[in-house]
């Protein structure tokens, strides 16, 4: 690929010029931004179209992915690293006299997720264009992302996420393959001239699904997939009979209803509205992705009953599960294909990754919304349940337990069940748990079908890219940069664990990397940190079961500590919390804001000024935590053991030279095991006890007892030291689901053992090289190959 700084400069220039209509002397940094990426954009268009030429001509079994959620991160970086272009755009635009950096920061990041999941999608749409899979990525263009958010008198509160305010130049808008999705009205039933019973859905309400394709490149092997993203529109966009009539409110409202089905990302759904407003974004864009799979198939001069050697579709936790009974209708109402046949090839195509334990995480919908917002899916979701029903009772299974449809709910997870010829859990421990405990029925019923494929990150994103001195290093010490698409390459640094010039020029990169994150946060926000310090930190979304609030209550303990009790720490200490609360997720909202009023707290008090000091990142989202996670010394990974599936955040740390301090809980499980009890700091109940010890288990005051600052730490919640946090103080002290409590001694030992640990400098850094040199394995390439030979057959 033409890589001549000369030729790259003229492509700015020519789409400054004819796209912006400016020079590099008078382009706004916006304009210089797109320019930029259409440069690059160009560059992908050959490649992409190579690609998709590749794969209809060789009729190549294609991976749906169906996912409520991407966080991609930024695309421009990710893009130039991928087409081996980064150093020759940032020397083409140094002559041009603007920085790269100056340039990726304009763009606007897409906040297309609410946490791991969207991480997760956004790493395998990775991980496939890397190993040249063909694969169709299928969400919802959301306008608006989760939120932006902003702290005010250290509360959260959810600005809009207005991503597509200046557009995106690297989505391409597919009209052609535009397609309707009904909703509403009734179903009736006709015999066709053939014979064949038909149904038709009759004073529905019609929407329109347009799709806009993003193309996701491959690292340096010429391929491009496709992550694309379905936008909804009204058929009609307005009623000119009532702008004739002067009725301009109604004139547009059918349109802006139909709109509302793309406008938001995870609406409340704590009200009938937003119930139905999430159930119509999740049959909206699964119905438009198997329209245009069926479409695409065909147009192959395939049949139908082919399809599964040709398509497989993966259901991304129970969001997109209503694909199950859209394919059914597809194929029976619109192929008059027998049911059973279509219900074959439904359990050949289909697979299904849980992403939960906790029952109520599974999505269950009201059978009367389901009925009167889908009324032919729910009619075909009844029929699967009578013949599911029967299937079981002829195995001797427990009916109800499995049942789709019961106490005036339709249970997604098992529909899921039913029809998929492969459930994965996303570590070890949760397939243990899925097996053992949440569909232990069903695991009895079908032995064979219920696999692990732990989760896996990126090393592109994660380590290339957000850690520039770090790759450099590796590619330095292996000889190449094959490692980048071989992770398990990176477990040869093994052989420098005593070579002290190679450990301290880990410890010299991440003090950089710690000035580098104290720049970042001093531009964003105007807060900076001590790269000399220590720093912990906790970024994930904001959850009980994840225990932000044990974390904090451990840092006040340690204040109070300090101050009243003459305590200092050996050396200082800096911890950053980053996360978003659900916006109706009221207590989550109150550990925000505890954390930040404790943050003033401490930060504030001149007894603590070099010692100890709270960072709450504001807006958490794929790029700042390319800026924190590398300069991170300890990686909290501390919820409950059995409650986290999996996580993946602990995996970027790791990769990234952090010591994890958790639970074994999650792939927290798999990462002791790779790296032995002595290069991983694990505390509290294993799994298997935490039943047992919320049942029996000491009372809070009983643990005061013990531990006087905890007692202090927990009164400040409630005697306005830290602020009016009585609730949740009461919380902790009277009902403690977490089990924070229970678990907080064990952490704080494990606490002092890191931080002592950390002052045996040459100790440390060999723990850190370990660490780095064993996180080959989670590699979302190993991820997806796991995929592709287990499930997918691709």
């Known amino acids: 690929m033409e890589s001549n700084i000369q030729f ?111 991480r997760l999608a956004a790493c395998f749409a990775d991980s496939m264009a890397c190993a040249g899979l063909p694969t169709l990525s299928c969400g919802i263009r959301y306008d608006l992302g989760l939120f932006r958010q902003r702290f005010v008198d250290g509360k959260q509160v959810e600005l809009p996420d207005d991503w597509l305010a200046d557009g995106c130049a690297w989505e391409i808008p597919v009209p052609e393959d535009r397609f309707e999705v009904l909703f509403d009205g009734n179903v009736t039933s006709y015999v066709d001239e053939n014979g064949w019973l038909c149904y038709r859905q009759e004073n529905c309400t019609r929407i329109l699904a347009t799709p806009y394709d993003i193309p996701v490149c491959g690292y340096g092997n ?31 409202a059918e349109r802006d209803l139909a709109e509302t089905i793309s406008r938001v990302l995870y609406p409340n759904d704590s009200h009938n509205q937003g119930k139905s407003l999430r159930l119509s974004q999740q049959y909206f864009f699964t119905s438009a992705t198997l329209q245009y799979m069926i479409k695409r198939h065909k147009s192959l001069g395939l049949s139908v009953m082919d399809l599964p050697d040709y398509a497989a579709v993966q259901i991304n936790d129970t969001h997109p599960a209503i694909a199950i009974a859209e394919l059914m209708r597809l194929l029976v109402d619109g192929e008059h294909i027998g049911w059973d046949d279509a219900w074959d090839i439904c359990g050949k195509v289909f697979a299904y990754t849980n992403h939960t334990i906790m029952w109520e995480a599974l999505e269950n919908w009201p059978c009367y919304l389901m009925e009167n917002r889908l009324p032919r899916i729910y009619m075909i979701i009844r029929e699967i349940d009578r013949r599911y029903r029967e299937s079981l009772n002829a195995a001797g299974a427990p009916t109800e337990r499995l049942a789709i449809i019961s106490d005036g709910n339709v249970r997604m997870a098992n529909l899921c069940l039913s029809c998929v010829h492969k459930l994965n859990g996303v570590s070890e421990l949760h397939t243990d748990i899925l097996k053992n405990d949440l569909f232990a029925d069903y695991h009895r019923l079908h032995p064979d079908r219920t696999i692990p494929v732990t989760n896996g990150v990126t090393p592109r994103r994660w380590i290339l890219q957000s850690n520039p001195a770090l790759s450099s290093l590796l590619t330095e010490l292996l000889g190449d940069d094959g490692w980048v698409t071989d992770l398990d390459r990176i477990g040869q640094l093994e052989n420098y664990v005593t070579d002290a010039s190679v450990l301290s020029r880990l410890a010299l990169i991440k003090r950089e990397n710690k000035i580098r994150f104290s720049a970042e946060l001093q531009r964003a926000s105007g807060l900076s940190i001590d790269p000399d310090s220590v720093v912990d930190v906790q970024v994930k979304r904001l959850h009980e079961y994840k225990r932000q609030l044990m974390n904090i209550i451990r840092i006040l303990a340690m204040y109070f500590q300090l101050v009243e009790g003459g305590k200092e720490p050996s050396r200082p200490l800096t911890f950053v919390f980053g996360a978003k609360a659900s916006p109706g997720y009221d207590r989550a909202k109150q550990i925000i804001n505890l954390i930040n009023n404790a943050a003033a707290l401490i930060n504030n008090d001149p007894r603590t000024r070099g010692l100890i000091r709270v960072v709450f990142v504001e807006n958490y989202c794929a790029t700042s935590a390319g800026y924190i996670i590398p300069a991170a010394d300890i990686s909290e990974q501390i919820s409950l053991a059995g409650k986290e599936a999996s996580g993946t955040g602990n995996m970027k740390f790791m990769m990234n030279g952090a010591l994890t301090l958790g639970t074994l809980d999650g792939a927290n499980v798999e990462m002791h095991r790779l790296l032995g009890a002595e290069n991983i700091y694990i505390f509290g109940l294993r799994a298997e006890e935490v039943t047992q010890s919320l049942t029996r288990r000491p009372t809070a005051a009983e643990l005061c007892i013990n531990d006087p600052w905890l007692d202090r730490a927990i009164k400040s919640l409630g005697d306005g030291t830290v602020g009016p946090f009585t609730g949740l103080m009461n919380y902790l002290m009277f009902e403690d689901p977490y089990l924070c409590l229970t678990d907080f001694a064990s952490y704080r030992n494990a606490t002092n053992r890191i931080l002592s640990d950390y002052e045996n400098r040459g100790l440390w850094q060999r723990k850190s090289l370990i660490n780095i040199a064993r996180s080959g394995f989670f590699s979302s390439d190993r991820s997806i190959a796991e995929y592709r030979a287990n499930i997918w057959n691709a």
């Not at 382009?27 to 050959?46: F, G, H, K, T």
């Not at 997939?225 to 002067?246: D, H, K």
Request: proline letters at 3%.
């Open 8 to 118: 790259i400069k003229d492509s700015i220039i020519e789409n400054l010029t004819h796209s912006c209509g400016r020079s590099v002397a008078d382009a706004s940094p916006l304009q210089m931004y797109n320019a930029v990426a259409l440069s690059v954009r160009d560059r992908i268009m050959e490649q992409y179209q190579q690609t998709n030429r590749a794969i209809r001509e060789g009729r190549k079994k294609t991976v749906w992915y169906l996912s409520l959620e991407y966080l991609t991160g930024k695309f421009l970086g990710t893009n130039l690293l991928a087409l081996g272009l980064y150093d020759s755009y940032a020397a083409a635009l140094k002559e041009l006299g603007t920085d790269i950096a100056a340039v990726e920061n304009t763009e606007a990041e897409p906040g297309l997720g609410n946490g791991g999941l969207g």
């Open 222 to 252: 010429g391929w491009c997939n496709t992550l694309r993203l379905w936008s909804a529109s009204s058929p009609a966009p307005v009623n000119l009979g009532a702008i004739s009539t002067g009725n301009y409110v109604r004139a547009v």
